[in-house]
């Protein structure tokens, strides 16, 4: 019990010094010192630039897509596809039809990469 007596009575001492030192320990600015912050001011909202009349859509590189290597975008580009999204929209039985060796689920899921990637 003693000890508890001890060791309760040594850490209200603690207590009692740093609060007695409490400003040298954590000193307290001058607010004369203190540099007030510049106003708020509200941001001014852009106007949005024109948009140009008729910009050329720039083809997507489908070889970027798993399975579709120069020669298949070489047939995909003659049957007018060189997008993704036109890849997406596409039917895919008859891609399949028209690219030997494509099968339709083969086609859907280099749809699905054109979706991501698009």
């Keep these: 019990m003693k000890r508890i007596v001890k060791l309760v ?4 001492g603690l207590g009692a010094v740093s609060w007695l030192l409490k400003d040298r320990l954590v000193p307290v600015p001058d607010p004369s010192r203190l540099e007030t912050p510049p106003p708020f001011k509200r941001p001014t909202p852009a106007t949005p630039a024109a948009a140009p009349e008729s910009e050329p859509v720039a083809d997507d590189d489908l070889t ?3 399975g579709i290597g120069p020669s298949t975008a070489a047939k995909l580009a ?3 596809i060189t997008t993704f999204a036109g890849l997406a929209a596409a039917d895919p039985d008859e891609l399949a039809d028209e690219i030997q060796g494509a099968s339709a689920d083969q086609v859907r899921g280099w749809q699905d990469q054109a979706r991501n990637l698009g």
């Design 9 to 12: 009575s040594f850490v209200a």
């Design 64 to 66: 970027a897509i798993n």
């Design 78 to 80: 003659a049957r007018g």
